[in-house]
């Protein structure tokens, strides 16, 4: 789990635990408070606070999210330390070069398909599911991901591809 992953994880549980809080605060003094006459305009004016706050929150969260997805990227980094792997996904078949990758350091998967669209998803040496990327023909999709420990990791298409789907894998080695 990544560091941002983390955060977003811890964030969500406190936000959840609060708004726990709020509406437990909120179900207990409406029900074990008295009865009070209903003013149908005041309730009108705090629907329509309500919805603002909830369409202000989400569109909090969206753009205070969205930065971290990891898609998109701009590829030709200056970092020196980038390792950049050419992969070609074809029916049935990852062509990639076979050099290993050093752990620690960036790598940017730059994907194409020449058939139909693949899915180019990595597991970790344990069979750990790491991340997965579309690859569609006509587009190259770049994906950055450091691998932190060395091992082999392996690759399986996660998108129908036609009869052979499912013998589409390939392995790639991690070093020190
Ligand atoms: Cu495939």
Not at 7 to 23: H, K, P, Q
Not at 73 to 90: E, I, K, Y
Not at 148 to 158: A, N
Request: glycine share 10%.
């Amino acid at each position: 789990m990544g560091r941002t992953a983390i955060i977003i994880a811890v964030s969500y549980g406190i936000l959840g635990g609060l708004v726990v809080l709020l509406v437990a605060g909120a179900v207990l003094t409406s029900t074990l408070g008295g009865r009070r006459q209903i003013d149908a305009k005041k309730l009108g004016e705090r629907e329509k606070t309500w919805f603002a706050t909830v369409v202000v929150v989400l569109v909090a969260l969206l753009f205070g999210t969205i930065f971290f997805t990891p898609y998109g990227r701009g590829s030709s980094s200056s970092d020196p330390n980038l390792q950049v792997v050419d992969v070609t996904a074809q029916q049935f078949a990852f062509v990639m070069p076979g050099a290993p990758l050093k752990a620690g350091k960036p790598v940017e998967f730059r994907l194409r398909a020449t058939d139909v669209n693949h899915g180019f998803a990595v597991f970790s040496p344990k069979h750990v599911f790491l991340f997965q990327v579309q690859v569609m023909p006509g587009r190259t999709q770049l994906y950055r991901y450091t691998f932190h420990r060395p091992g082999t990791y392996s690759v399986e298409c996660f998108e129908y591809c036609g009869l052979d789907h499912d013998a589409m894998k390939a392995t790639f080695t991690v070093t020190r």
